[in-house]
Every structure is written in structure tokens, then in C-alpha cells.
């Protein structure tokens, strides 16, 4: 039977038929195409590298090359907090992301050779002016986790979160670095900013094939080419720009939530405690910390409050792309916030960074993970919001499961269509062609 007898014996099957002969057509239709070999990831932050490091294990992907505009995890992948929970979905679609990824972090960070990937307990503090440090001493569980950086006057109610069996912490632009390095065999990164998709006019199934993704390397206008069989836009929240370069068959709302965080040095006498701190409202600062010490020493805080919210237009546009601005008066507030919290670094402590970066956030909080509807070997894997980092690994995996098999295994990508927000009747872009001919909408 040839590819096209075979097709519309399909289509026929599907109306008249039941779901098992549909799916055995599927599957058939599946297996006639070829897994791509030369995969682009546009890019280079720890999703599209984690999905970039996942196709190179693929013994049939020859060459995968990430196309990043300014340098990998060089946005939120080098400037989260590197936070992980494995029990804390929610009973939402996300949930099934962070128990795979969770468990993948444990073996995937010490066979890279990550020394920034441990396990820590957490506790939960209340702001104010309450004394509940003495109450937490009282209450053994609670008393051995406590970590000696926590020792100022001003805080209220201390509860544990974790204690350190199910959440765990990653510095990811070293998950990153890691991840490159198992792979260069494989993985090239070209430095440059994606413009847009180079695609046929429609093949048998009628939907576009991609052949190439456009770019201007860094530092120069004159447009150029990469060879791809298959392209995975990844490129965080300026993945919004993906709705033009497939011409509008997808609609891809987001916002970028640009926030700033602060880094503490390492103190030069003391250790730092690994327990990490979710702290309620704090109303004289504005503050809601997160504070995670690392194992190099170092202290990272964010949830400083006064973020800033960038819209998709502005993400279409590279806003904060180049330059992520810090405020500094929201990065005075959080120290002042944490001195309350520690007297140990209201006296010695020093502030290493101040930086700021940007959340991917869709209208829903959902990522967008799936194939760009009305094209062959188009795929997008952006969106994750506030765990990107702690899903990395899961999101790497089902992406490539979906690339080079046509369906995840690992990972039920449903809740994640990226067509969610597209009216139906635009998804895949009106009057598509086959093999030149219109074939209007139903395609
Ligand atoms: C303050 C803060 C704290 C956080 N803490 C945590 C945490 O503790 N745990 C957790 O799991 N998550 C955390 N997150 C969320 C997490 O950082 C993000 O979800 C994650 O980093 C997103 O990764 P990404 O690879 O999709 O995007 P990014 O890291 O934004 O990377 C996208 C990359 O694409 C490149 N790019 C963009 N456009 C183009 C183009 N046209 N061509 C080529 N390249 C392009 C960019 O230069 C960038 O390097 C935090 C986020 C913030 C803001």
C-alpha cells in the first residue's frame, strides 16, 4: 500500500470505524515517517537543553545543534533558584513532571558530576514580630533542622515543609554546563537569534515539512540558514515569537514575569546550614522570600516582590532578552527582610549578585509542550513558569519521545497542547496546501 492509499484508507477508517482500527492507522501512518536526524533547538536555557541532551542519546540523531541568541542559561536558567519538590503538584497535569523529574535529577545530577544537586529539608516562616524561634527549639523534629543562619528575633511561626526526603535543590546553569559537556559529541551551540522556519509547501499529510530554521548569528544582521529535519522551539518566554514564524497556526499568549533575586557571598567563618526557608508576607518589606543556601556557601533569595509584568507583544519583540534589569530597591528590601530573619548576616553578611530574570508564564500556568499543529517536525517545549528547572528533566524526556516516536511515553502531553489557545478553525493556519493545491481548512 503506498503512503497516500494508505493515508486516505485511514481517514476513511477514522470516520466510519472504532477507535482500535483508528489507532492501529495511527500507529502505521507513524511508523511510515522518518525520525528526524539533524534536530535544532532553538534555545540554549535548561529546557531546550535538557531536550537538546535527551535527542543525543539517541543513537539515530546525528547532529543536534542549539541555536541560543545570547549564551546558554544566560536568562532564568542561570538566574532561578534551582528549588525542587517531588510531591508537590497538586493532583494537577503537572504533577506526573515533577515525581519523573524529581526521581531523574537523582541519577542523572551525580552521573554529570553535578556538585550543586542535594537533597535539604524546608520550613515555612511567617513574618513578624512574634518570637517563634524559641517555640521551634522546643519541638525536637523542628529543632534538628533549624539552620544556624536563622538566628535573629523577628520572625512568627516556624513549620517544616520538607525534611528533606522530597525536595532538593540544583544550581542549573551547572545542570546545564553538565548536560552540554556528556553531549558535545553531539550537541553544537551557535550562537544567534531565531527569526523564523524554512518549510516546504505541504507534504503528503498536508502539513508544511520544516527544512531549516532562519537566524542572524550574534552580532551580525545578514540572515542565515541551519539544515533541520525537525525544529523544538524552547526559547523560554520569547517562545511567544513562534506564532509568526508558523504564521499564526498556533497561538502561543504569554507573560514574562520579570523578577529580581540577590545572592549572598559565602561568610567567611561560619558554615551555612542547608534548610531551605518559604516565608510568608512580610508587609514592612513587601517580601515573600524564598531563600535557598547552596553548597558552595553562598545564600540565594528571591520572592522580593515588585516584579514586573512583560507582555507577549514586548516578548515577541526580545524585550529583556540582551539585558535583565535588577531593581535595587527591591534588592535592599529583601536584605533588610532576611537581616531581620539573621543576625549572623546582618553583621557579617555581604551580597554577592544582584540580578534579575524573567518567568514563562502562559494565561493558565500550563507549559506549552507538543507539535505545532499544520507542520511536520515542528515542536514547542516553553512556558514552565515557576519549576522549568525542577521539570527539566521530564520535559527533555517526553519531548523526545514525541520527536523521534511520534508519541510520549513518559508523559501524558494532552494538558499541555500547545493548540489550547488557538480557535479551531485557525489551527495549522487557514487554507493549508498539499503538494501546492489549497486544501482548505479541514487539513
Ligand atoms: C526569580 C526566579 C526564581 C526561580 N526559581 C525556580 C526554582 O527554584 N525552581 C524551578 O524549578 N524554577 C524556578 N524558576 C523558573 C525557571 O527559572 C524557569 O521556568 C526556567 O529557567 C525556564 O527555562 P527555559 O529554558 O524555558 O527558559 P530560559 O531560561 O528563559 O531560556 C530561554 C533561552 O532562549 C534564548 N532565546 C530567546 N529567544 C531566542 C531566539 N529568538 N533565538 C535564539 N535563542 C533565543 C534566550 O537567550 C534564553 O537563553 C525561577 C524563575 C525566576 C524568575
New binding site residues.
Partial sequence: MTFSTLHYYCLFLTVITISPARSFCLSMMAATTKPPRRIVV?????????VAYHLAERPEVEQVTI??????????????????ARGWGDGSPTQRLHELAFDMYEQLAPALGCTSYRKLPVLSVSAGYKKGIALARKNPQLASILPNWLDGDEYGRISPLGLGDDTA?IT?SEFVEKMLQAKSDKITVVL????GVETDQGSERGNRKVFGVK?APRGETEEKMLAADAVVV??????C?AEDWFLGAVQLPMEG?????IVWAKPKNEDVDATALFCGEDDRFGTHL?V?PRPDGTIYI??IGGSDYISTDELKA?AF?EECNAKDTRAEAAKNSFQQMSSMYRTDGELDRVQ?????CPPDAIPYMGAIPGYEGAYI????????????PACGKAMTELVMDGQSRSIDLTPFDPSRFTPAAQRGGRGRKKKGMSVGEQW
Fill in positions: 532553538v534555545g540554549g536555557g535548561i529546557q531546550g537543553t535538557s541555536l541560543e541568541a545570547k549564551s546558554p542559561a544566560s536568562a532564568a536558567s542561570g538566574k532561578g533558584g534551582g528549588f525542587m535543590q542549573p544567534g537569534t531565531c527569526h537566524y524552547s526559547a523560554g518566554p520569547w517562545s515569537a514575569v520579570k523578577s529580581t533575586s524564598e535557598h528571591c520572592g526580545g532578552r534579575a530574570c524573567m518567568r514563562p517545549n516553553a512556558g514552565h513558569n515557576c519549576w522549568g528547572i525542577a521539570w527539566a
